[in-house]
């Protein structure tokens, strides 16, 4: 098994559909992240899970909802998203050495959204 | 405001050397990460940097200076693999990381 995997890779979807994005970490990490990665802009932190407690939501819209069941596992639930919010979303896992973020991030290959 | 600047895209040839610069302007710094990101791939960890001065790890090598707000990549000998998206990332005075937009590096043979 790879470090962070994303399912799908690759996801379609009307402004009027609910989809969710799954990562899946197998590095024992206790922290977890959901970037939004559009073209030639920077990385965009949307949520920070740490132990399965969200500890950070950047102003991100409701039609974003995510959910951490497990130290494992973290799913972007999404709905009624407009076309703006095309882009690449990134999952990624962190041991904090002692403060927040500031370990290395594994990152997992993205799922690239298209609202239509 | 916080703000990340590095070049939009550079080009270099197989086999030379290449620096890709990156300057800050953040609230505090607690350390400086590069990252490396091949078309369609998740972004991977190349260096991290706290202190000034530089980081050698084979071919890449990181640069930085604090009190000028700057670090660089240096790649060397370079290849065609090479080829790819470099993330700047600082950590700022509440330990979040700021990111730059990236510099796309693409190397002609």
């Not at chain 1, 972007?76 to 403060?99: F, K, N």
């Not at chain 2, 710094?29 to 991290?48: C, D, I, K, R, V």
Request: glycine share 8%; hydrophobic share 35%; aromatic share 10%.
């Amino acid at each position: 098994e790879t470090g962070v995997t994303q399912t799908p890779r690759h996801l379609v979807m009307g402004m009027t559909n609910k989809k969710s994005l799954k990562c899946e970490q197998h590095l024992g990490h206790n922290a977890m992240y959901w970037y939004k990665q559009s073209a030639k802009k920077p990385l965009e932190l949307m949520f920070v899970y740490s132990l399965e407690e969200r500890v950070e939501n950047n102003s991100v819209p409701s039609r974003f909802s995510p959910e951490c069941p497990n130290s494992s596992h973290l799913f972007l639930h999404l709905h009624t998203l407009q076309p703006e919010d095309s882009a690449l979303y990134l999952c990624a896992s962190s041991q904090p050495t002692g403060d927040l973020n500031t370990g290395e991030l594994f990152f997992g290959e993205g799922s690239r959204l298209t609202v239509l | 405001g916080q703000n990340i600047d590095q070049p939009t895209e550079m080009t270099a040839t197989e086999g030379a050397i290449v620096q890709i610069n990156c300057t800050y302007q953040t609230s505090g710094f607690n350390g400086l990460f590069w990252y490396q990101q091949h078309a369609g791939e998740a972004p991977t960890f190349l260096s991290y940097n706290v202190l000034d001065g530089l980081e050698e790890k084979g071919r890449f090598s990181s640069f930085l200076s604090r009190s000028k707000g700057y670090s660089y990549l240096l790649l060397k000998e370079l290849q065609m693999k090479d080829s790819a998206s470099y993330l700047c990332a600082v950590v700022d005075s509440n330990y979040q990381l700021i990111w730059g937009a990236g510099t796309k590096l693409i190397i002609k043979p």
